[in-house]
């Protein structure tokens, strides 16, 4: 039976991100990961570093929006640490923040606009209302549909694909112990801490941080605690590369479903939230483990409202479609920090995890640590602390 002070499970990125600043700190931190690092949403999302309110927290009304703007003070933190990431982990991640642009085509989307921003530069997030021709001016690619768009100086695009291994490599040096392919089978609360193990695991740790994606509510579950957190499947496409740079912006839509940007190689990414459909099991549940399938009606909106948006990519051929999954809480915020029932139990996950996730990982590390971290109450599992009242 190995003893360490801190137990991560999830080798996503705000998994190795946290086992990193644990161990610079001197923690003994052992890090478990069911398949290999960053093969969840980590590595299927698109790599926006979206600070404005995203566009699914908007189309659900004005309650969901007002609690969103809880999530802005996070996002001025998180745009100081992208800023400065590569620099501190020595690596290329292709960190681009060049400025986002959301934008709208309708009277309905500007007015919507015109609220999320009057939200926005209340909490502080430098902001810019622009008229079509002035959207035009700075993003010359924008269709002449444009009404209106928001401007954030600070957004822009990374390389999922690099940006956990890049973690994980740091936290090796800085002296964790990291394992893919350990499963987990179960985790139990002991005297002064937690018993996990496996198929090739045993071990006891003061401390456990579950990051695990779509599948920390069944890892919680072997705690015999609830984590509202479930299961989405999402699409993601790209396009052969373009023989020039043409967006050098993130872009995103208030009234459809789209995000867009070119990667260092040219390629265009397109997403935004369009779904796919979810894998099951022999009995019927979800199986987020299993591809997801693709929905058709999926990938023709999502085109048509990047075409609608930058005509453009109109001549450019689509290469690539993906489905992944990630996970959603119950209302849509994050859920990172301690189980008020179970302390030395913490979680992360429930969303906005790659945006925000190095500064997830910073914060909780410091939580582990004993360090107050008030930036994190808002999202702390406290609040559907409800929902294990009848777990023993």
């Known amino acids: 039976m190995e003893t360490v002070d801190v137990l991560v499970v999830g080798g996503g990125l705000v998994g190795c991100a946290t086992a990193w600043h644990l161990a610079k700190t001197g923690a003994s931190v052992l890090l ?5 690092l960053g093969m969840g949403a ?6 926006s570093l979206h600070f404005q309110i995203e566009r699914r927290f908007l189309e659900q009304g004005d309650a969901l929006a007002r609690q969103a703007e809880q999530t802005i003070a996070l996002s001025r933190l998180a745009i100081e640490d992208w800023r400065g990431l590569e620099t501190a982990l020595g690596a290329d991640l292709h960190v681009v923040m060049e400025g986002g642009l959301m934008v709208a085509e309708t009277p309905d989307d500007v007015a919507l606009l015109e609220r999320k921003i009057a939200r926005e530069t209340r909490e502080g997030l430098r902001m810019a209302l622009l ?3 002035e959207a035009r001016r700075i993003a010359p690619y924008l269709s002449n549909g444009i009404l209106a768009a928001g401007f954030s100086a600070d957004e822009g695009h990374a390389d999922s694909r690099a940006i956990t291994p890049a973690f994980a490599a740091a936290a090796v040096r800085a002296g964790a112990d990291i394992r893919t392919r350990t499963p987990l089978r179960s985790l139990d609360r002991i005297a002064g801490g ?5 198929d090739r695991l045993a071990v006891r740790a003061e401390q456990v941080l579950v990051a695990a994606g779509a599948w920390t509510a069944q890892v919680c579950a072997m705690a015999n605690l609830h ?8 699409l993601m496409n790209a ?3 373009a023989d020039r740079p043409l967006i050098p912006h993130l872009v995103q839509h208030v009234g459809r479903r789209l995000s867009m940007k070119q990667t260092h190689a040219g390629n265009i990414l397109i997403g935004g939230g369009w779904s796919s459909r979810l894998a099951r099991t022999g009995d019927g549940r979800f199986d987020p483990g ?3 399938d693709m929905i058709e009606e999926s990938l023709a909106g999502n085109l048509r409202a990047a075409i609608d948006t930058v005509p453009d990519v109109a001549a450019l051929n689509l290469i690539r479609s993906w489905t992944g999954v990630t996970a959603v809480s119950g209302d849509q915020l994050p859920v990172v920090g301690q189980v008020p029932r179970m302390p030395g139990l913490w979680i992360a996950g429930g969303g906005s995890a790659f945006t925000l996730g190095p500064t997830f990982a910073r914060l909780i590390a ?3 640590g004993g360090q107050a971290m008030p930036e994190l109450d808002f999202v702390s599992p406290a609040r559907f602390d409800h929902l294990n009242s009848f777990m023993g």
């Open 42 to 47: 980590s590595g299927q999302n698109a790599g």
């Open 194 to 198: 937690f018993e996990a193990r496996g």
């Open 227 to 234: 984590a509202p957190l479930y299961p989405v499947a999402l």
């Open 131 to 133: 008229d079509g021709d």
């Open 366 to 368: 410091q939580a582990m």
């Open 239 to 241: 396009t052969e590369r």
């Open 32 to 36: 478990v990961e069911a398949g290999d």
């Open 290 to 292: 299993a591809r997801a």
